[in-house]
């Protein structure tokens, strides 16, 4: 099987092209908890697979968590396959991609930069505190697509200093708090300057922190931008992998339009000969 494995500011993905393998989809599961071990396979928060369109778009892509799971959308997943797709002439300057919460159009910026419009929050709850262990954190709530990509939007002072290990199980605990019934992505934010904040995703799926989260970035935005504490335009997010900037497109008390703009990298292609994978 021929792959290729990309990044999107350190968010890491292996991307099989089904449209040549065709595959089984039963078997797409395995195969993500497989290679996606970093230890003892190619290694990766992710894997996505490009599929036949069934709604009009120039390709599927269906996504799998490391730990098999699927996942509804992945923004620097979406900006990777965009570049995959154009490189590979799937799709042209523009692309439109098929997901399971939605189609979301992706566009070549340069030769590495890719822009996309991220699937629209379709749940918004700007109020929406939990409690931990007897403390209670101010939190949001935010869905993107339909059925819906969960994100908790936490503020946390003082980010960049968190200890490691404190802020990997306040991870933990509200990734699988009751008060969201599907898990939910954790974002941990602190706002650094005018339009600019830095964020640590907890990943639902993965079940730590990776580098950059897209959707994550994009839910963190979307509300700062409702509270009136960013503009919601070309807001510069850091995160451990790099920079990502997120455009909000506010329509009175809702976000109307998403984009996430970030770099994309090719890191290899090849073949996948893991002995321990069984198809």
Known sequence: MRFWKMNGAGNDFIVLNNLEERLPKEAFPEMAK???ERHLSVGADGFMVIDAPTQGGDFKMLFYNSDGSVGEMCGNG???ICRYGYENGLAGQTQTVETTAGIITGRRMDSRLYRIRLNDPSTVRLEHPIEVEGVKYPCAYVELGNPGLPHAVVPYRNLRNADENELRELGRAMRNHPAFPKGANVNFYEITGEDTVYERTFERGVEDFTYACGTGTGSVVTV???QGKVSGQGVQVDMTGGRLTVDAERDGSHIAALYLTGP??????GEICD?????
């Open 264 to 269: 994309t990298n090719i890191v290899c292609k």
């Open 78 to 80: 979406a900006r990777c």
């Open 275 to 279: 002995e321990d994978l069984h198809l």
């Open 224 to 226: 700062l931008t409702l």
């Open 34 to 36: 497989t290679l996606c």
